[in-house]
């Protein structure tokens, strides 16, 4: 039912675009943040090989967080965006059940559990770059002092936490139900 609400309706197609959009404006910015800081290492990036305190894993690795997110965001547009929404826009025949049965498609990608682990894995890179990324974009508005810095680590640990939890649900309960329930 949701799926047949959201998709090719001018709303729906809408909120697309805006979302690509400021997708688009996030890899752009991301990119020139990532030349700005190699450029003001210099040559002697690594002059200091001792672990800083306060400096996360993920911030170390948002670059390549960054990567792995829209590898496996392509992979996703492939199996969802591309085989519903474009398929309803186009009326091309792009998948094996009728655009708007979401659950069809959900379910037939999520019976490979190869599909499964790619999605958890996915969203585990997904989780690093969001605990990371929330607080930091706060930081670079501005949101930096020491009285919120802290605060909003937590609730963006939380958010990314939280957001990521829901969407791993799905292939975590398919997996299970694949392995163990059949």
């Known amino acids: ?66 990567l792995i997110v829209v590898c496996f965001l392509c992979l996703h547009f492939y199996n969802f965006w591309y085989k519903m929404q474009f398929a309803e826009i186009t009326g091309i025949e792009t998948g094996m059940f009728d655009p708007a049965d979401g659950a069809a498609y959900v379910q037939d990608l999520f019976s490979r559990w190869a599909y499964c682990l790619v999605y958890i894995v996915w969203i585990g890179a997904l989780w690093f770059h969001l605990t990371h990324g929330v607080w930091s974009a706060l930081q670079t508005l501005g949101l930096d002092n020491k009285t919120w810095l802290p605060r909003i680590k937590i609730i963006g640990n939380i958010v990314a936490t939280i957001v990521c939890l829901i969407f791993i649900s799905v292939p975590v309960y398919f997996l299970i139900t694949n392995l163990f329930v059949k």
Request: charge should be positive; proline fraction near 0%.
């Open 1 to 66: 039912m949701i799926c047949a609400f959201l998709g090719a309706n001018w709303y729906a197609l809408a909120g697309t675009a805006i979302l690509a959009a400021g997708f688009v404006v996030h890899i752009f910015f991301a990119v020139w943040l990532t030349l700005q800081n190699l450029r003001a290492r210099g040559h002697s990036k690594y002059a200091v090989t001792e672990r800083q305190d306060g400096v996360s894993w993920a911030s170390k690795n948002m670059f390549v967080l960054g």
